[in-house]
């Protein structure tokens, strides 16, 4: 039996060696090849999920503060009209500043006046504050102005997401027609600047100075309130627009935005991608509001770019995309709350303890001009 055993032992094959591979890549002459060469020593790209809704809920909440001090504002505003259009019999509310927030064409005649003569405007003074302010966060943080604070790019926001909830996508327009459609803010700006360029310094004051000028806020509020049916058609096809196109309004007529853009140009804000870190995976690109083709640039320069962080928010690669500040510090969404929120309250606060803040007009004047607001058209025609 043993005999046996041992025929059949030596009919088995014999185990071979094991192969080892060397850790270190060789050529076929036996040379070492370096390990950068040999793509064996890549760098590994590490992928994180990120919380959705962190970096949104820092902007989304600074978005529904200021929406919802808009909408103070307004109330504040309708009640102190009210109270000189019944002739002191209804409450009594202050005027509050910040309405002038609405009257851009203003604080771009008081900024004209600042420049040409030195000196703080004692008219509608909140407007041309809050434009600076604007202006300052838009040079520093690209126009953050328009994702973080303006309520109308909010609600403008909210609908195409609406849009995007309910009918599971938006459109984009055909590039060659939305280039097109997107100058048309610039012209906008353009009319407007050119027109407060034009007038001379005595001009732009006289203007601010007439009954029109002194009242501009309450001709504002009665638009709204006696709208005309061709406004209220444009102002319909606008937010229907908005729920099928991203930011329709904001994107292709707001000529506010149109300025916070080319003050962003210089802003050393940007969102930078890091092509070692990327997966191509294009999340950025269909996330951008502005379209902007975020998944194969390298560096966003554009005037578009709001630094909404959206594309920040989808990208799932560790460290590929960032908002930065020059071309290493990263500006995660808090640090572009606090400081767009530390711009808008120092200049605020600033003004306010100049005493360059509150128009200073008196009771009889706006019991004479509230009253007949309809009949004080605009002086330049």
């Not at 025929?7 to 050529?27: Q, S």
């Not at 009319?191 to 005595?202: D, E, I, Q, T």
């Not at 808090?334 to 509150?358: C, D, E, P, Q």
């Amino acid at each position: 039996m043993g005999s046996g055993f041992s025929r059949i032992h030596a009919l088995m094959p014999m185990p071979r060696p094991p192969i080892y591979i060397p850790l270190t890549p060789v050529a076929l002459d036996g040379t070492s090849i370096p390990a950068a060469a040999s793509g064996l020593h890549r760098r590994k790209k590490s992928f994180v999920r990120r919380i959705a809704g962190r970096q949104q809920l820092i902007r989304q909440s600074v978005q529904l503060a200021f929406l919802l001090l808009n909408f103070w504002i307004g109330a504040q505003f309708y009640l102190f009209v009210r109270y000189y259009e019944s002739g002191g019999r209804t409450i009594y509310i202050e005027r509050p500043p910040g309405v002038e927030g609405w009257l851009p064409i203003a604080a771009l005649m008081n900024l004209k006046l600042l420049v040409s003569t030195g000196e703080f405007p004692q008219l509608h003074p909140a407007g041309l504050t809050l434009l600076v302010a604007f202006l300052a966060i838009s040079l520093l943080l690209r126009k953050a102005f328009c994702s973080w604070l303006c309520p109308v790019g909010t609600v403008s926001e909210w609908l195409w997401q609406g849009g995007e909830a309910m009918f599971g996508r938006t459109f984009r327009i055909w590039r060659p027609l939305d280039i097109a459609l997107r100058s048309l803010k610039y012209i906008l700006l353009g009319v407007f600047l050119y027109a407060v360029g034009s007038m001379s310094a005595a001009a732009t004051a006289e203007f601010l100075q007439s009954p029109y000028g002194i009242i501009a806020d309450v001709k504002m509020l009665n638009f709204f309130r006696a709208m005309g049916t061709t406004a209220a058609i444009v102002i319909a096809i606008l937010l229907v627009a908005s729920v099928f196109v991203k930011n329709a309004w904001c994107r292709y007529l707001c000529p506010y935005g149109a300025l916070m853009g080319l003050a962003a140009l210089v802003s050393p804000a940007r969102i930078r991608r890091n092509p070692d870190l990327c997966i191509d995976c294009a999340k950025c690109a269909r996330a951008c509001p502005a379209a902007l083709p975020v998944d194969t640039n390298l560096t966003i320069r554009s005037a578009e770019c709001s630094a909404c962080m959206q594309c920040v928010t989808v990208c799932p690669a560790a460290g590929a995309l960032d908002l930065t500040f020059g071309r290493r510090r990263t500006l995660p969404a808090w640090s572009v709350a606090t400081a767009v929120l530390t711009i808008f309250l120092a200049l605020v606060g600033l003004a306010r303890m100049t005493g360059s803040w509150a128009t200073e007009v008196d009771d009889a004047t706006y019991f004479r001009l509230i009253p007949n607001a309809d009949q004080f058209g605009h002086p330049g025609r």
